[in-house]
């Protein structure tokens, strides 16, 4: 699988709004609810929020991959959301979450659910990859970003 196949471009938020991490949540959840009719971005925040009272989704490092099974979803889909000054997410290692990647599948895909969120992790690992997320760029310049460390593996 790969991230193009589950991310468009007009999911990228280059520089998010929210300083909190119900904030963040919302912003992501309304731009996918946006994105796919299909997608309640109500219920797409209480299936969020349920998932984080398990553990937070920041997984350290400046990142966060929120993710859930969502009721009408027909395909796996994300959106990618960075937050320049950083914001307070809960993360394991405590420092500021920067770059998230909000994952949504259907109720009934374990199997595909699991692949986005190892391929997302996997590319996330690379520092380099992480620092250019990081600096400045246009929404275009962040999926070229996306569109190139995806096509390397």
């Known amino acids: 699988m790969k991230i193009l196949d589950i991310l468009a471009p007009n999911a990228i938020i280059p520089a998010m709004r929210a300083t909190t991490k119900s904030e963040a949540l919302r912003e992501l959840a309304s731009l996918l609810a946006t994105l796919h009719p299909e997608i309640d971005g109500d219920r797409l925040m209480q299936v969020l929020l349920e998932r984080e009272a398990l553990g937070s989704t920041a997984i350290g490092e400046g990142i966060a991959i929120p993710h ?80 190139e460390e995806d096509e390397k593996y």
Do not use: C, W, Y
């Open 68 to 147: 859930g099974k969502m009721p009408g979803a027909t395909n796996v889909v994300a959106a990618f959301g960075r937050s320049v000054a950083g914001l307070p997410f809960d993360s394991l290692d405590g420092n500021p979450t920067h770059l998230f990647f909000l994952l949504v599948a259907p109720e009934e895909s374990a199997g595909i659910h699991l692949k986005a969120l190892a391929r997302v992790a996997r590319l996330l690992k690379d520092k380099s990859f992480r620092d250019r997320l990081t600096s400045d760029g246009s929404q275009e310049q962040i999926f070229a970003i996306i569109k």
